[in-house]
């Protein structure tokens, strides 16, 4: 398989080994926990131990599967995960990976300028046929072709380059969950599955994003939900709700906050003033003024004594008391104490604080130890 010819010509003999990584997402969800740092305008990552990967020099940063894309002034490079640069400073790609492949730029056969995809060897995955190309995410990606007029449209591909959804649309929006969006120049949408059949339920005239194995639909103001699979779950007729999260979406019905499951259920009775999605299995309620957290049956477990508090993460949450944040459990037990001027939810093991009189931040871990403080500069 031929390299591309707008890298470098030596790339290929500089490329680092990639030391067992796979161009797949369940290769990509192997790859260590990576947090971002950052110094003044730069941008780095460290990982879940506090250990620095990429220091904080890039100006532009991006998680791929499986290289990561970092940018200085005009040129873009990709590392691997463990902090190993594997395509030196290039023009040629600048995009991130996504699925072991990058689009591209390179000749196709009658020697024209087009879109193809590459490996991170800089070999042609998917050889330059397209107009456009843009990442690929849950298996299918949006390319463009020109039309006689030279008007781009817009179809699907799948991983074998096949173009399962025609490049007859003005605008097709990002992939996710095995699925494609179209939307006209009215705003309205269709949505198509991963073999390019329109799965759009009778009467919807607009389509969100794929979450937790359900998309929100809305008929004019009124929301429900539709399956990954087409089928209608919920008719449209609430006029407030969210994306499913846990199992579990928000409503609201005459002023108040309810949830229900994925067969339109009603799992949590709407009688709450304000509530948040469910995360770490809890969700965070208000009445009267008061926070609460239940569980996905609407059983309170914890009322927890703070004037704020956040929702739970990897078995914390934030709380606040006067001007200072700490970190309960589920039990309600203060872990980390109220000391911090500011501070993020645990995510990799890892929250991000700020201490009062103390320039910059840094990561602690669930002990409350420093693990990384950004320089003072």
Request: glycine share 12%; proline share 7%.
């Amino acid at each position: 398989m031929k390299s591309i010819a707008l890298l470098p010509r030596r790339l290929a003999a500089v490329l680092v080994c990639l030391g067992g990584l796979q161009a797949t997402a369940s290769a990509a969800e192997a790859e260590p926990a990576l947090l971002p740092i950052r110094s003044g305008d730069l941008l780095g990552l460290i990982d879940a131990r506090g250990r620095v990967v990429l220091p904080a020099e890039f100006e532009e940063l991006k998680i791929g599967d499986p290289l990561i894309l970092v940018r200085k002034a005009r040129r873009t490079a990709y590392f691997d995960f463990q902090g190993r640069m594997v395509v030196p400073p290039q023009d040629a790609w600048s995009q991130p990976f996504s699925a072991g492949l990058v689009p591209a730029v390179g000749k196709d056969p009658q020697g024209k300028s087009r879109w193809g995809y590459a490996d991170p060897q800089g070999r042609w995955s998917l050889p330059p046929a397209w107009d456009d190309a843009q990442p690929f995410t849950d298996g299918l990606a949006v390319v463009g072709l020109a039309d006689a007029w030279g008007a781009l449209k817009y179809g699907a591909i799948d991983r074998t380059g096949r173009l399962v959804v025609p490049a007859v649309h003005d605008k097709l929006l990002r992939p996710g969950g095995g699925l494609v969006r179209s939307e006209s120049r009215e705003r309205t949408h269709r949505v198509f599955n991963a073999q390019g059949r329109d799965i759009t339920p009778e009467g919807v005239d607009f389509v969100g994003i794929a979450a937790d194995g359900m998309v929100r639909i809305w008929s004019g103001r009124k929301q429900g939900f539709m399956t990954v699979a087409g089928e209608l779950a919920v008719p449209p007729r609430y006029e407030q709700a969210s994306d499913f999260r846990e199992g579990r979406a928000r409503i609201w019905v005459d002023g108040k906050f309810g949830f229900i499951d994925r067969t339109g259920r009603i799992a949590v009775p709407a009688r709450w003033d304000s509530a948040e999605d469910f995360s770490d299995g809890l969700a965070q309620v208000k009445a009267d003024g008061q926070a609460r957290f239940i569980d996905p049956q609407g059983q309170v477990v914890l009322e927890p004594k703070a004037d704020r508090v956040w929702p739970f993460s990897e078995g914390l949450a934030v709380f606040k008391t006067g001007n200072r944040h700490g970190f309960i459990d589920k039990q309600g037990r203060t872990v980390i104490e109220a000391q911090y001027s500011y501070a993020r939810a645990f995510q990799h093991g890892l929250a991000w604080v700020t201490t009062p009189g103390r320039p910059g931040g840094a990561y602690i871990g669930r002990d409350g130890q420093v693990v990384w403080r950004q320089d003072a500069n």
